[in-house]
């Protein structure tokens, strides 16, 4: 079976502090891929970013970063310096090449504050 | 492109009324998938078309729920009867097809579904 957990709810910061949301996943399959979304107030779900099992390069976009470690079944992701905007609820995902399933977390909620 | 296009962005609809929920995903999209979002439960995969064809409905709540891909443009969603705890917001997702390159799902506005 596959399973995402993302233990944080919710998370507030101030402006320009850095926060990380963490992504745990479970999966027996070798061949799968993460994903991160983001849905902000207006609802809509915004593709960040994906990365498969094989490549557990690190990369960062801009303020972004992503931690892919399979040792510890980890995807986390991290903002620097938030900002306002940032503000929304971030979804992990999980699908793996045999289920073809897109299975989300439930979801982290930051809030950033001036 | 328009992106996926789901009608209609509201719903509001008595109790045991039949309800659809439409999408029409990205053209040349292979795959098309149906979520269910509640503050509960969180995305919940409904059902997962591949080619037309229904490959996993196991997320499907129970028979008052059905799901239709007549063609590679359009697909329903239907409730019928419709219940309070129906009351949700509906996603429709479109991919491109199988294989890493295409394993992006692109999501539509949504449908915001209320059952009084």
């Known amino acids: 079976a596959q399973k995402v957990t993302q233990a944080q709810t919710e998370i507030s910061v101030v402006e320009k502090e850095d926060v990380t949301l963490d992504c745990v996943y479970e999966t027996r399959d070798t061949t799968y891929y993460l994903f991160w979304y983001k849905q902000p107030p207006s609802g809509e779900l915004v593709f960040l970013i994906r990365r498969n099992s094989f490549d557990e390069q690190n990369e960062i976009s801009g303020r972004y970063s992503w931690n892919f470690q399979k040792s510890t079944s980890s995807f986390n992701f991290t903002i620097t310096a938030s900002q306002v905007v940032d503000s929304a609820v971030y979804f992990c995902a999980l699908m793996t090449y045999n289920t073809d399933k897109l299975i989300f977390g439930t979801g982290t909620r930051l809030q950033v504050f001036p | 492109d328009a992106g996926v296009i789901q009608s209609p962005r509201h719903e509001v609809t008595e109790m045991g009324q039949e309800v659809t929920l439409r999408c029409k995903p990205i053209s040349g999209h292979n795959s098309l998938f149906w979520y269910r979002q509640t503050m509960m439960r969180g995305l919940e995969l409904l059902i997962y078309?591949?080619?037309?064809?229904?490959?996993?409905d196991s997320g499907m709540p129970e028979d008052r729920f059905s799901a239709k891909m007549p063609n590679a443009s359009f697909s329903t969603l239907k409730i019928q009867p419709s219940e309070p705890r129906d009351s949700a917001v509906y996603f429709c997702?479109?991919?491109?097809?199988?294989?890493?390159?295409?394993?992006?799902?692109?999501f539509g506005q949504g449908t915001r579904l209320t059952v009084v």
């Open positions: 997702a479109s991919r491109p097809g199988q294989g890493y390159e295409n394993t992006e799902a692109f």
């Open positions: 078309f591949n080619n037309n064809v229904p490959i996993d």
